[in-house]
């Protein structure tokens, strides 16, 4: 089989893209892109944008990372390098529509990438954004269980001994111990009760939305310890980093990329979706933006009461502390962050379930080794990728050991998650400006000329999240406990998915069906 045996003409895939919500249903869709369709379509737009904002699962993912901000800038760098982050996003999420609403599938920006690229070199460029998009799911993933476990500590940690320590000491066995169950929690949830997974993200919206609003009520009506002025708030910048304060700036949004990362991880439940090539393109963009406000909402309050940033530099989850002080008893700051830790159990089922879809759908194409018992749906269990869920879950918990040899652990798999999937991002959306946009204009999200803005927007910030990501938090680094370990795991599974194109794909893989 040729490339040219491969690729049908666009105008093909773009028609039945366009057609899912008249005469031809969205399964009708994905067989014309060279799926049978497996999955049941449980999922309407409200669903999917609520799988979107759980996926993100704001406040919680600002609130996990919110050490790396305070460091890096303080108030400045959390309150408007979240504002800058999320208009970024918001082109990358456009730029992701335009596609996604020509190729609906759970492959997502793999398919893309492999369906936009010219016949000479599509089947390298696939397989790259494919391994790109498989790591940055698997990692980010286990950064969401793993920083779920750091904050559950930090929470229980309001209550302390009569000697002013917290109840619960953290070590590390303790805290892997806590991320297993953690991890299998999310996944017998994920795998064992599929049919109701919207409906837990349709609770997560109101349970969110009620947990800020008790927070943001409560500590500026409490502030036991003062309030600060909106000047202060809006315009203080510190650097408590080490690095100069440019760059210290720019080092701490990997605390709005970190939450944002996960935009384009939606695109995996295509199957699932109703009108996936409508649906899907719309709930992306319209939950970045539901999302930046959430997270206004949820961060402003906490900087007007804000206890001394020298202090909170030393606590690697900041935000319970934050809370106590504003509070003044640990039995209430402790009732606040319960609605946090709901949310963040339940993006992690959200994060289990995409992930899943993920790998089910690289390994049917044959690109990830033992593929024929990745891509097996399990029909007993409402037709879930059973085994795919499996391998990603048994990958979170040998990467998960690595905290034990360095606390930077949460560091790296942030890191290298936000790496993965910014770049597998940015793949078909480079791909699509080489060609001129011109299959994206017969999609029914093309955005014109503004398509070109947000496309480059998207571009120029992967060019920087690559490299800034894989900087350690703090200057000097004087112990392995403050090196980013991301660019070393990076690298590892780089190295994996190369050796096994050399020893396999070489000479085998053809990429998707057609």
């Known amino acids: ?24 249903t969205a399964d009708q869709v994905l067989v014309s892109l060279g799926y049978s369709p497996e999955l049941q379509r449980n999922r309407s737009t409200l669903h999917v944008a609520f799988m979107s904002f759980v996926l993100a699962a704001i406040p919680y993912g600002l609130a996990t990372t919110m050490y790396y901000p305070l460091v890096a800038g303080g108030p400045v760098d959390i309150i408007w390098g979240w504002v800058a982050v999320s208009l970024i996003v918001i082109c990358v999420a456009a730029s992701l529509g335009e ?48 920083g779920t476990t750091l904050f559950l500590v930090g929470c229980v940690n309001v209550f302390e001994t009569p000697e002013g320590e917290g109840v619960l000491a953290g070590e590390p066995y303790q805290v892997f111990l806590i991320f297993l169950g953690i991890t299998f929690l999310c996944n017998a949830v994920s795998s064992l009760g599929n049919k109701w997974l919207p409906i837990l993200d349709t609770f997560a919206i109101f349970w969110t939305f009620a947990g800020v609003l ?60 109703q009108a996936p090539a409508t649906q899907v393109p719309k709930a992306m963009v319209m939950t970045v933006c539901i999302n930046t406000i ?34 003044g008893n640990p039995g ?46 399990d029909h007993r269990l409402d037709d879930v990728p059973l085994n795919a869920m499996m391998l990603s879950m048994v990958v979170q918990i040998i990467l998960g050991v690595i905290y034990f040899g360095s606390t930077a652990a949460f560091n790296a798999f ?20 080489l060609n001129g946009r011109q299959t994206v204009s017969t999609g029914s999200f093309f955005l014109g000329s503004f398509g070109w803005f947000c496309n480059i927007v998207a571009v120029c910030w992967s060019l920087l999240a690559i490299p800034l990501f894989c900087m350690p938090t703090t200057v000097p680094v004087i112990d392995p406990t403050t090196m980013n370990y991301a660019s070393v795991v990076f690298v590892g599974f780089i190295a994996i998915s190369a050796g096994w194109y050399i020893a396999w794909g070489r000479k085998n893989y053809v990429g998707p069906p057609k």
């Open 414 to 433: 942030s890191g290298v998650g936000v790496i993965a999937l910014t770049a597998s991002y940015a793949t078909p959306i480079i791909v699509s400006m």
């Open 99 to 146: 596609i996604t609403s020509v190729y609906p599938t759970a492959g997502g920006v793999y398919y893309q990438t492999f369906m936009l690229a010219s016949p000479q070199w599509r089947r390298l460029a696939a397989w790259t954004c494919g391994w790109l998009y498989v790591v940055g799911n698997v990692t980010i993933t286990l950064a969401v269980n793993f």
């Open 294 to 327: 959430a997270g206004l909402m949820f961060m402003i309050p906490l900087m007007f009461v804000l206890p001394n940033l020298q202090e909170l530099a030393l606590l690697s989850q900041p935000v319970p502390a934050i809370i106590k002080s504003a509070i």
């Open 214 to 273: 008790a927070i943001m009520v409560c500590v500026l009506a409490i502030a036991k310890e003062g309030r600060h002025d909106a000047k202060w708030v809006f315009t203080h910048f510190e650097v408590n980093s080490g690095w100069t304060p440019g760059w210290s700036f720019f080092v701490g949004l990997l605390h709005a990329a970190y939450a944002t990362s996960s935009t384009g991880m939606i695109i995996s439940m295509c199957e699932e979706v």
């Open 332 to 377: 209430g700051s402790f009732g606040l962050l319960v609605p946090l830790l709901v949310l963040a159990v339940i993006c992690g089922i959200g994060c289990t379930t995409a992930t899943s879809r993920c790998i089910y759908a690289f390994a049917r194409d044959g690109a990830i080794p033992g593929s024929k018992w990745w891509k097996v749906i």
């Open 1 to 24: 089989m040729t490339d040219a045996d491969i690729k049908k003409p666009v105008t093909t895939d773009a028609e039945a893209g366009r057609a899912e919500s008249g005469e031809h």
